[in-house]
C-alpha cells in the first residue's frame, strides 16, 4: 500500500525553525520527483518546494527562497523542508507530494502535479 507520512509541524514563534519530514512506503523514491505544497485556509494550494528525482533540480516558491530547503534521503525513503526564519504568512497546512514519469519540478510545484499525497501536517507560526 502506498503511503506518504509527513512529521514535524508544529507551533512555533516567528523567527524560529521546523523540519518537516515525510516517510514513503510502498514504493521507492528512486525514481519519483518529490516535494511539498501547503495550504492556509481561505487560500488556494501553493507549491512551495520541489526537487527532482536525482536531486539535480530545485524549485522553491519566491515566498520561500533563501529560508526554506527541500533534501532527499532515497536510502531512507523519506525526504524534508527545513524551514527556517519562520513567519506568520507561513501558517498552513504541510503536504508532502510524490510524482513519477519524469515530470518537471516546475510542472509539478507550478502545476500542482502529484500522483500520491501526505495527509498534511500543521505549521502554526504565532508570538
Known amino acids: 500500500q502506498l503511503q506518504l507520512v509527513e512529521s514535524g509541524g508544529g507551533l512555533v514563534q516567528p523567527g524560529g525553525s521546523l523540519r518537516l519530514s515525510c516517510a514513503a512506503s510502498g514504493f521507492t523514491l528512486d525514481y519519483y520527483a518529490i516535494g511539498w505544497f501547503r495550504q492556509a485556509p481561505g487560500k488556494e494550494r501553493e507549491g512551495v518546494s520541489c526537487?527532482?528525482?536525482?536531486?539535480?533540480?530545485?524549485y522553491y516558491a519566491d515566498s520561500v527562497k533563501g529560508r526554506f530547503t527541500i533534501s532527499r534521503d532515497n536510502a531512507k525513503n523519506t525526504w524534508y523542508l527545513q524551514m527556517n526564519s519562520l513567519k506568520p504568512e507561513d501558517t498552513a497546512t504541510y503536504y508532502c507530494v510524490a510524482v513519477g514519469g519524469g515530470v518537471t519540478v516546475q510542472a509539478m510545484c507550478v502545476g500542482g502535479i502529484g500522483a500520491y499525497w501526505g495527509q498534511g501536517t500543521q505549521v502554526t507560526v504565532s508570538s
Open positions: 526537487i527532482s528525482s536525482r536531486g539535480t533540480s530545485t
